[in-house]
């Protein structure tokens, strides 16, 4: 069978998604809003081969083995159920960015698997979800989300381009993510405040794991229409302040999810805090700018594209920043033209 390669830009979550209803499945406890990251990629190619006794992949140059294979070997066997195949696959994947860069890797990862993988297999999936084999493109984008879902759950947000919410849904087949608005909307821009690039000690999966022992969990998911009603709203308005206000709100709600578990997970260092408070004082100044943070220390400074070259400067004045990485608003996961196989 041919290689197939894949492009996925990482994302960054608005309105984030902490916790599950249904682990296995990755159900997510609420529904998700992202922007998804340009500049920034994850390409991966697939060769599904008779030769092979077991799946060989290779992550940054690195062969996998352990619980990192297994895992992307659990989510090729979901795409050969689908298929029909049983034939084990190279993975050769690579991101542009450094592990430690203060971007999760799992969202392209698995977004640029899923369509790398589902191409790789001569699969087409249907917009029932059904498996169709050697159907040409445009191939079904809610029904590819839902599968790099299984993946890892902000894969599913790296399918879709531009703006994008994952609907929580209630089965394997109606949780998916699709564009709100495409890259070019609004002219936003992520300036990651880098503040630490060791690895971070509880991976998301343990933490959404935990997520349920927090006694602040459930008024967090029950408020949660709430927040992407408002946060959608002010995308498809451009009203940065609102943007900012909901935002900041959801990152805090989740952090403070986090602070409370049982164990308790503490993301942030002292200058996680100070980016925090430098921002919320460089908008009451009148800059365009806000905070979000995932699980790790670094800031995800979202700004106007008009605000950013200040942003940068200022940031980069604060104590304990090593480095700033900025993103513009990126495209859906596509196929890309790769002469090479995995092999080499
Ligand atoms: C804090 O998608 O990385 O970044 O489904 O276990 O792979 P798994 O978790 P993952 O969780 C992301 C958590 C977050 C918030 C978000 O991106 O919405």
């Known amino acids: 069978m041919l290689p197939i390669t894949a492009l996925a ?127 040409e493109p445009p191939f079904d984008q809610a029904a590819l989300s839902c599968l790099a879902r299984r993946g890892s759950g902000s894969a599913c947000r790296s399918i879709p381009g531009g703006f994008v919410e994952w609907a929580a849904g209630t089965n394997d087949r109606d949780s998916f993510a699709s564009s709100i608005a495409p890259p070019d909307h609004w002219d936003l821009v992520d300036c990651i405040a880098l503040v630490s690039t060791d690895q971070k000690s509880t991976g998301s999966s343990e933490g959404h794991a935990l997520a349920g022992t927090s006694l602040i969990q459930a008024s967090r998911v029950e408020d949660a229409p709430r927040r992407l009603d408002i946060c959608r709203c002010a995308i498809l308005e451009r009203n940065f302040t609102s943007l900012a206000e909901i935002i900041e709100e959801d990152s805090n709600l989740m952090h403070a999810v986090m602070m409370s578990s049982h164990p308790p997970l503490f993301y942030w260092q002292p200058a996680t805090l100070a980016v925090i408070m430098f921002v919320r004082e460089a908008r009451a100044q009148g800059l365009q700018v806000c905070y979000t943070i995932d699980a790790g220390p670094n800031v995800h400074v979202i700004c106007t594209a008009a605000a950013e070259v200040e942003t940068s400067r200022l940031l980069a004045g604060i104590s304990g920043v090593q480095e700033i990485r900025s993103a513009k608003v990126g495209g859906a996961a596509r196929l890309v033209e790769n002469p090479s196989t995995p092999k080499d």
């Not at 352990?66 to 991101?95: T, Y």
């Open 9 to 135: 830009h990482p994302n960054i979550a608005f309105i984030k998604y902490w916790g599950n209803k249904n682990e296995g499945l990755r159900l997510p406890s609420n529904g998700s809003i992202s922007m998804n990251l340009d500049g920034l990629e994850t390409r991966t190619t697939v060769q599904f081969e008779d030769s092979l006794s077991a799946d060989e992949v290779t992550i940054n140059g690195k062969l996998s083995h352990g619980d990192e294979l297994q895992r992307v070997s659990k989510f090729l066997e979901e795409v050969r159920k689908l298929a029909g195949i049983r034939q084990f696959a190279w993975v050769k994947s690579e991101n542009s960015f450094p592990t430690g860069a203060g971007i999760a890797s799992s969202a392209s990862a698995f977004a640029a698997l899923a369509l790398a993988a589902t191409r790789a297999a001569g699969l087409e999936i249907s917009p029932d979800g059904e498996a169709a084999v050697h159907h």
